[in-house]
C-alpha cells in the first residue's frame, strides 16, 4: 500500500524567503507524484506532477520539485515567497500502470507567510 | 480549458436525510472518482469509477454510499441516510485514457445538521 508523510504540519517563512515543503512516499515501485495547493473553502488547485523524464519538475505560480528515487522524496521548493503563497499544499501519489488510478494525499502543510 | 463542475457548492441537510452530489466529468474522460475531506484533515479516497462499475472503493465507502452515471455525463454519489461524521467537502475527480493526472472540481460542502 502507497503512503505520503508531509513533514511539518506548518511551515511559516518571511515573504521573499525559500519554500520548502517536504514529501516522501512509500510505494512498492516509484509511483506518480503530485503537488496540489488548497485555498481557503476553495478545491484542489494541481500545482505540478512527475510521470516520468526529468526529476525537476517545474510547476505553476513559480514552484517546483524534484523527484529523488534514493530518498523517496519530492519536496516542493520556491526561490522566494510570496504573500498570495499562504494556503495548504498537498502531496499526493498515486500508482503507475493500473487502471484505478486513485491518489493517497499526505496530511497536509499550511503554508503561512509573514510579511 | 475543460473542468470538472460540481454542484452544488454547499449543500445543507439534516441527519439522516438523502443527499446526492452531483459531478460533470470532463467529457472525454473515462475514469471517476469521489474523494471526502473532512474539515482541517487529508483528502481521503471513497471510489472510483470505470465502465460503469466500482473499481475500488475505500473501508469509508460503506453501504450509506452508492455511485452512478445516470445518463453518460453526471456521475453521483449518494448518501442514503447521511450523519453528522458525513460532514465534510467531497471532490469528484476526473481522468482520461491512458493518462494518470486526475482533474479535481471545486467540492461540495456538505453540512449535516
Known amino acids: 500500500a502507497q503512503s505520503v508523510t508531509q513533514l511539518g504540519s506548518h511551515v511559516s517563512v518571511s515573504e521573499g524567503a525559500l519554500v520548502l515543503l517536504r514529501c516522501n512516499y512509500s510505494?512498492?515501485?516509484?509511483?506518480?507524484l503530485f503537488w496540489y495547493v488548497q485555498y481557503p473553502n476553495q478545491g484542489l488547485q494541481l500545482l505540478l506532477k512527475y510521470t516520468t523524464g526529468a526529476t525537476l519538475v517545474k510547476g505553476i505560480n513559480g514552484f517546483e520539485a524534484e523527484f529523488k528515487k534514493s530518498e523517496t522524496s519530492f519536496h516542493l521548493t520556491k526561490p522566494s515567497a510570496h504573500m498570495s503563497d499562504a494556503a495548504e499544499y498537498f502531496c499526493a501519489v498515486s500508482d503507475r500502470g493500473t487502471n484505478a488510478g486513485k491518489s493517497t494525499f499526505g496530511d497536509g502543510t499550511t503554508l503561512t507567510v509573514k510579511p | 480549458e475543460p473542468e470538472v463542475t460540481q454542484t452544488p457548492s454547499h449543500q445543507v441537510t439534516q441527519m439522516g436525510q438523502e443527499v446526492i452530489l452531483r459531478c460533470v466529468p470532463i467529457s472525454n474522460h473515462l475514469y471517476f472518482y469521489w474523494y471526502r475531506q473532512i474539515l482541517g484533515q487529508k483528502v481521503e479516497f471513497l471510489v472510483s469509477f470505470y465502465n460503469n462499475e466500482i473499481s475500488e472503493k475505500s473501508e469509508i465507502f460503506d453501504d450509506q454510499f452508492s455511485v452512478e452515471r445516470p445518463d453518460g455525463s453526471n456521475f453521483t454519489l449518494k448518501i442514503r441516510s447521511t450523519k453528522l461524521e458525513d460532514s465534510a467537502m467531497y471532490f469528484c475527480a476526473s481522468r482520461g485514457q491512458g493518462r494518470n493526472i486526475q482533474y479535481f472540481g471545486a467540492g461540495t460542502r456538505l453540512s449535516v445538521l
Open positions: 510505494s512498492s515501485v516509484p509511483p506518480y
